[in-house]
C-alpha cells in the first residue's frame, strides 16, 4: 500500500501481486509485471507512464487519470468510483464495475473493449469514438464535447451534453434512448437509425450517409447533408424542419408526415407506405414508389415533379394543385377537399372521387383520362375552358358516375369562336364515357353565377341522346322557355367587360305565349334590357313591342327595326348605325350616336337629354325635338328637314343642312365648323354665332335676326334678310344672288 505519491521513489515498479495506490497525485513511475493495481482513497492520482502491468487495475476510491493510453497496462478494470481518461489513442483494456468513465483533454481517444460499467460517461474533452456498441457500459452518456460512435448495433444509453454525436463507419448503429444532448449529430458513414424520436437530441443533424427514423412522434431538428432519409416502421412520424439534405427519401414503413415544404429536403422520394404532405407551398421533390400521398391541413400545396407512384392519392384538407401532368402518379385520387390539375396535357390516373364537399377542378388547357370519375353528392366539378381546350376534356374508360355541381368557366371560349355572332354558338363535349352515364349533375354554374342568370346567353348541360356524353350547349336565353331549356328566359343583355361585344343575328320576337309560369325572372316576353359596360348589336330585324331600356354601355342597331316597334329609354348609349326613318320615342339620360354612311331619319318627339353625336352619313331631324335636349356634336351631316326653334348647342367638324319648307330657327351659340348648306324654307339664326364659323350656302332663304359681326361667307340662290332691331354687320366676301331684305333693325356691310 502505498500512501504517498513519492513513497516508491523515482524507480520501475514490477508488481507481481498488488500494488495499492491509496494517494493523489501524478504518479510517473512505470509498472510492470503481472501483479495488478488497486486506487484506494478519495484523492486523484495521476498514472502518466507507459505501464505494462498486466493483472488489471481496480478503482474503488477517488478518482484515476490516466494521461497515458497504456498507464492501465494490459489487463481488465475494475472502475468503482471515477476512471479519467486524459489521453488519446486506443484503450481496449476491458472496463467494469459500478464507476463512472471521464474521458478529458483534447486528444481522440477511442473505447473499442466490451465494457460492462455501469457509472455513466462523461465527455468533458476532445473526442470519444467507441467502435463497439457496449464501449460505454450501460449508464448515461454526458457530452459535452464529440461522441464518435463508429459501430454497429443498438446503443442504448440516454445521451445528454452540449456536445455532438458523431456516427461513422460503415456499420448500421440503432439509438434508442430519450436523448437530450444539444450539440447536433453528423453522420459521415453507414446508418444511424433512431427508433426514439428523441434519440437525436435536439441539435442539427448532418447527414452524409443514411439516417432512419424507425419511431414516430415530431421530429423538428434541422437536416442537412448529402445524404438520404429512411423512414421505417409502422408508426407516424412528423418532420416539421426546413431541412436541406439533397440524397433522397425513403418511405418503407408506416407514415411520414412532412409540415414544411422543406421538410423532405432537395432529393427524390421514393415512398413505398404513406407520404403525408400537411403544408403548403411548392414541392418539387419527384415521387416515386407504391405507396400512396396525402395531402392534410388547410394549406395550398403544389406538386411540380413528374411523380410515378402507384399507391394512389387523398386530398383530406386544403387544396392540392397539381401543375405536372405526372404530378398525383398513376393510382386513384380520393379527393375530400381541393384538388386543382393545372398542367397543359393530359393528366392519366386510374379512378377519381370526389367525396362530398369535396371540389375537383380541372384548369385551363388540362384534360383528364381515368378508368371511372365519380362525383359524388353536394361535391363540386369546375372545368376552366380557353381557346386551346379540346374535347372532351375529361373521358372515363369504364364508368362516370355525376352528382352534385358543375361550374363551368370561359364558355365563350369554346362555344363561341366569333363573339361577333349568335351564328357560331355550338356544343362542347365535357365529359365522354365509353359506358352509358350515371346519375346527373344536380346544379350548374357559369362563371361562378347559376346558369339561370347567365345574361344573354342560356348554358345547359346535358348529357346527349347516346347516354354516354355530357355536352355542354349554348343560345340566347330570350328562347330558353319556347325551347325547353333548363335555364328561365328573360330579355336582359349583360355584358360586363366595357371593351367586350355581341352581336344578336336571330330574330327577337315576343315570347310572351311561351313563358314558364313558375319563372323567376318576372320578364314580359317583349321587351329588351341593355346592361353593363359593354356593347350589344341587334342586325336583325327585330318584332318585340315592348320597348327596349339600355342601362349601360352601349347599344347598336344596324337595322332601323332592330328595336322593335316600342319606346326607347336610353340612359348609356344608343348607336343607331343604319338608315331610314326610326321613329321609336327615345327618352333618358343617355347619348344617341349616328354612326355609318346611310341616311338616319329621326321623326319622333324625343326628350333624351345626353346629347347626339353624328360620326358618320346624314342625321336628318324631322321634328324639332327629334335630338331631345341634349347638345349635338356633328362630325358629319345634321339636316333639319323641320320648323320651330332648334336651341341645342351644336358643335362639331360637320355641315348643318336646313331642308324643307318650314321656318327653323337656330337660337345657340354655336361652334360647328363644317357650314351650313340651306336647301329649303328659311333659316333663322337668333344668334350672332348660330350657323357656327363655317361657310353659308344659302339657296332659299337665310334670315338673320340678331345683332354682332357676321363674317361667314354667303354664297349661293338664296336671299337674305335682315330682321328685327339689332344692329347686324356682314364683314364677309359674299357672292349669294338672291337678294338681300332689311325688314328692321341696321344691316351693315363692312366689305
Known sequence: VVSNVEALGSGDVTDNATLELNTGGDFDNNIGGT??????????????????????????????????VEALGSGDVTDNAVLELNTGGTFDNVISGSGQVVKSGDEMLTLSGANSYTGGTTIS?????ATNVE????????????LELNTGGTFDNVISGSGQVVKSGDDALTLSGNNSYTGGTLISGGTLVASNVDALGSGDVTDNATLEMNTGGDFDNAISGSGQVVKSGDETLTLSGANSYTGGTTISGGTLVANNV????????????????????????????SGQVVKSGDKTLTLSGANSYTGGTTISGGTLIATNVNALGTGAIDNRASLLLDASGQFTVTDLTTESG??????????????????????????????????PVIHAASQVSLAGTLDITGVGDVLDSDPASTDDLDT??????DKTIAGDFEKLTVAGMDADLADFITVDGRIDDTGKQYELTTALTWYADRDDAVTDAHGTFNLTNADGSFAVNTVLENVDATLDPDSATGWDGTSLIKQGAGTLILNAENTYTGGTTISGGTLVATNVDALGSGDVTDDATLELNTGGTFDNAISGSGQVVKSGDDVLTLSGANSYSGGSLISGGTLVATNVEALGTGDVTNNAVLELNTGGTFDNAISGSGQVVKSGDETLTLSGANSYTGGTLISG???????????????VTDNAVLELNTGGD??????GSGQVVKSGDETLTLSGSNTYTGGTLISGGTLVATN
Open 35 to 68: 501483479g495488478s493495481v488497486v486506487k484506494s482513497g478519495d484523492k486523484t492520482l495521476t498514472l502518466s507512464g507507459a505501464n505494462s502491468y498486466t493483472g488489471g487495475t481496480t478503482i474503488s476510491g477517488g478518482t484515476l487519470v490516466a494521461t497515458n
Open 710 to 715: 357676321f363674317d361667314n361667307a354667303i354664297s
Open 358 to 391: 369535396g371540389n375537383t377542378e380541372i384548369g385551363a388547357g388540362s384534360t383528364l383520362q381515368a378508368t371511372t370519375l365519380t362525383q359524388k353528392s353536394d361535391s363540386t366539378l369546375t372545368i376552366n375552358l380557353n381557346s386551346n381546350t379540346v374535347d
Open 681 to 695: 324654307g328659311t333659316l333663322v339664326a337668333s344668334n350672332v354665332e348660330a350657323l357656327g364659323t363655317g361657310d
Open 125 to 129: 474533452g476532445g473526442t470519444l469514438v
Open 262 to 289: 422543406e421538410a423532405l429536403g432537395t432529393g427524390d422520394v421514393t415512398n413505398n407506405a404513406t407520404l403525408e404532405l400537411n403544408t403548403g407551398g411548392d414541392f418539387d421533390n419527384a415521387i416515386s414508389g
Open 135 to 146: 464501449a460505454l457500459g450501460s449508464g448515461d452518456v454526458t457530452d459535452n464535447a464529440t
Open 428 to 433: 362542347f363535349t365535357l365529359i365522354a364515357s
